[in-house]
């Protein structure tokens, strides 16, 4: 099992662009988020989708977008970059059931804008 | 606004002693708690759950839960330098779709 994954690793943007950061579990959890880590801010959740078909805000949801385009995959977009939204961000998973909301993180994204 | 609220540290536990993290949260619905361990420039990994009041444990760690005070903790026995990391406590309710809150994380450093 790869457990979550997310692409990229790394990735610098102008000021403007667009791009999207994808995410993939291969636990079978119905439960898939999306957080940004700033430096003495914790972790925010900025999307979660609680099933396939679901989506809801977090805690800071402006500037983006997402898709749970099945149960695997859970991508996030940010449509027009600002250098506000440099960060790391997480992708994390949880089943249902015994261990609901026990999250399983990917490696993280480290995002800079220009 | 509902909060977890931890030390931001550094705490500083010589090795093999036992280190002792500590977490509070303000939202009385929260039924499930979690402690994640966070190595530099890596992703949160998941150490400890705890639903129950009272303790818990696993191997070195013991998470201790009291419900009345709204007060979590991880205990960390026979610390060894490979602990040394930043660890995250985390609140949620019962449901599924309930959302995670995280506290900001205790750096914790284990000196030789």
């Known amino acids: 099992n790869a457990g979550v994954t997310q692409t990229p690793k790394f990735q610098v943007l102008k000021t403007g662009q667009s791009m999207t950061l994808q995410c993939a579990q291969d636990m079978n959890h119905n439960s898939m988020y999306w957080y940004r880590q700033d430096p003495g801010m914790g972790l925010r959740l900025i999307y979660y989708?609680?099933?396939?078909?679901?989506?809801d805000k977090g805690e800071v949801p402006n500037g983006y977008n997402v898709s749970r385009l099945n149960k695997r995959e859970f991508s996030l977009r940010l449509e027009s970059a600002a250098p506000s939204q440099t960060s790391v961000y997480f992708c994390a998973s949880s089943p249902v059931g015994t261990g609901a909301n026990e999250q399983y993180f990917g490696p993280g994204t480290r995002l800079t804008v220009t | 606004q509902k909060e977890v609220e931890q030390n931001s540290g550094p705490l500083s536990v010589p090795e093999g002693a036992i280190a002792s993290l500590n977490c509070t949260y303000s939202d009385r619905g929260s039924q499930s708690f979690f402690w994640y361990r966070q190595y530099s420039g890596k992703s949160p990994e998941l150490i400890m759950s705890i639903y129950s009041n009272g303790d818990k444990e696993d191997g070195r760690f013991t998470a201790q839960l009291n419900k009345a005070s709204q007060y979590v903790s991880l205990l960390i026995r026979d610390s060894q330098p490979s602990d040394s990391a930043t660890y995250l406590c985390a609140g949620a309710g019962y449901s599924s779709a309930s959302k995670i809150i995280f506290g900001s994380g205790t750096r914790l450093s284990i000196r030789p």
């Open positions: 989708s609680a099933s396939e078909g679901t989506t």
